[in-house]
């Protein structure tokens, strides 16, 4: 009997034990404690007169909006949640104006929604600008990680969780104002509507309600919502680990260019005229983000690719990749590649020449690959092989038949016999003229002293 309830206490206790670290871990998850009532603001970015983005027939004053009353209905579907807008219809509201209106109605977070585009139409994916100030930065930092989460299951890119700073704390003014104002607020930027990768999930009022539903999903799960509408229940849900008591190190504004951006020849294929780069990059303060390149020193650079391995919600990418260029045999490159990391600044690699092939045959210019330390090695010479102009790589042009073009010693020896032979020919005529003209001079001076020896004194 003893034993009996020893082992039921044992089990008791066991299921106690394995209880309380599950209570624990899901109340140290969520840094942002709203109490019994939640109250959500949703911010349409821009308004009236201030049109924000305007690019391939989309006016974002209209996009936010769009998205936001998507946002707003999914979110009253959950239970015990108030949800407000700030404007519902096409006015102009200050940032002061909106943080204020967030702080009337006891606001628990107020999410700012915007898209985005770039001067140069380069830029594409999603990101969240979150205060620099905790514990804000915390509570931003598990919401956007959320958010992100959802948009790169969606296929976009993933710019990152981010702060910005200016002459007055955090650079943008509705999270400034709402800060002052003890208040949680971030910006939703979903993607860029002037970018090619990112047009196909902007491009209709449908596209745009999705994002709204991915929003309201989000802020489910960072709340820990439940709908018996929806039946779905996110109380349990765990969110990624961050600080309410410092900045967290991923958020932190990098205004400095990538440390290390440096390229190397691997393997050139002139019959494929494909040339195989080694690149090695690296930036200390942030995630490296995308690449682009110029096969003319510079002047023209290709559009933004991803960098391979990016993941800017770890933090983390791929340091060293192969890759491969397109670059025609007959045609002179001067390599250089960029390195950009998250916040869009870049350092450029050191400048690679792959000076250009002229041959009448492909199989001449390359028996397959070649390996090589650098551009400046020699590529495979055959006896057709021309010389360029201002090329120094390349042997000197050579004739179709060498043998034509020798000259034989014997030939050079009877060159050099007539050479004498004429020489001997104009000295001995010079010779015979100055005998003659010297032998005249003697009979002449003779007449002329026979005649004065003549002559009556």
């Keep these: 009997m003893i034993k009996k309830c020893v082992y039921r206490f044992a089990v008791l206790a066991a299921a106690v034990l394995l209880w309380l670290p599950a209570v624990k871990a899901e109340a140290a998850s969520r840094l942002q404690d709203t109490g019994d009532k939640l109250v959500i603001v949703i911010d349409p970015g821009h308004g009236g007169d201030n049109r924000g983005t305007i690019e391939n027939n989309h006016e974002e ?25 700030t404007r519902t219809e096409d006015v102009k509201l200050s940032l002061k104006e909106r943080a204020e209106f967030a702080v009337s109605v006891d606001a628990d977070f107020m999410f700012s929604i915007h898209y985005n585009a770039s001067a140069n139409h380069e830029l594409y994916g999603s990101e969240v ?40 704390g955090d650079y943008y003014g509705i999270i400034r104002e709402s800060v002052a104002l003890n ?19 902007c491009d209709t009022d449908e596209d745009l309600k999705a994002f709204g539903i991915a929003d309201a999903t989000t802020v489910a799960k960072y709340f820990g919502l439940s709908s018996s509408e929806l039946n779905v229940d996110y109380s349990g849900y765990s969110l990624t680990e961050a600080s309410a008591t410092s900045l967290n190190s991923i958020t932190k504004n990098d ?19 494909t040339v195989t780069l080694e690149v090695t990059a690296a930036d200390y303060d942030s995630p490296l983000m995308y690449y682009s390149y110029s096969l003319d020193g510079g002047k023209v650079f290709s559009e933004r690719e991803t960098w391979p391995g990016c993941d800017a919600l770890a ?32 350092t450029e690699s050191n400048l690679l020449t792959r000076p250009k092939v002229v041959t009448d045959e492909k199989e001449n210019a ?82 002329e002293f026979g005649n004065s020896k003549n002559q009556v004194k």
Excluded at 333 to 342: G, M
Excluded at 403 to 410: A, D, N, P, R
Excluded at 411 to 419: G, N, Q, W, Y
Aim: glycine residues 4%; aromatic residues 12%.
């Design 129 to 168: 600008w979150v205060s620099s100030v905790a514990p804000y930065n915390g509570y931003g930092l598990q919401f956007g990680h959320e958010f992100l989460s959802e948009a790169r299951e969606m296929g976009l890119l993933v710019r990152g969780v981010k702060t910005r700073l200016g002459d007055e």
């Design 61 to 85: 004053k209209f996009m936010t909006m769009t998205t936001a009353l998507a946002m707003y209905e999914e979110l009253q579907r959950y239970d015990n949640v108030e949800v407000y807008l």
């Design 255 to 273: 205004d400095t260019e990538p440390d290390v951006c440096q390229i190397s020849l691997k393997q050139e294929d002139y019959e494929a005229e």
């Design 366 to 447: 390359s028996q397959g690959g070649q390996d090589a330390a650098d551009f400046s090695k020699e590529p495979p010479a055959s006896s057709e092989t021309k010389e360029l102009p201002g090329t120094t790589t390349f042997r000197p042009a050579m004739s179709e038949n060498a043998e034509e073009q020798e000259v034989s010693f014997l030939s050079f020896l009877k060159l050099c016999l007539v050479f004498v032979a004429v020489l001997f020919v104009i000295v001995f005529v010079s010779q015979l003229f100055s005998y003659r003209k010297h032998k005249k001079r003697r009979r002449q001076c003779k007449n």
């Design 183 to 201: 208040l949680p607020a971030l910006i939703i930027e979903h993607c860029h509507v002037d970018n090619i990768n990112d047009t196909d999930f």
């Design 315 to 346: 933090g983390t990418y791929t340091d060293t990749f192969t890759l491969d260029l397109k670059v025609p045999a007959n045609v002179t490159a001067e390599i250089i590649l960029r390195a950009y990391n998250s916040y869009d600044l870049y």
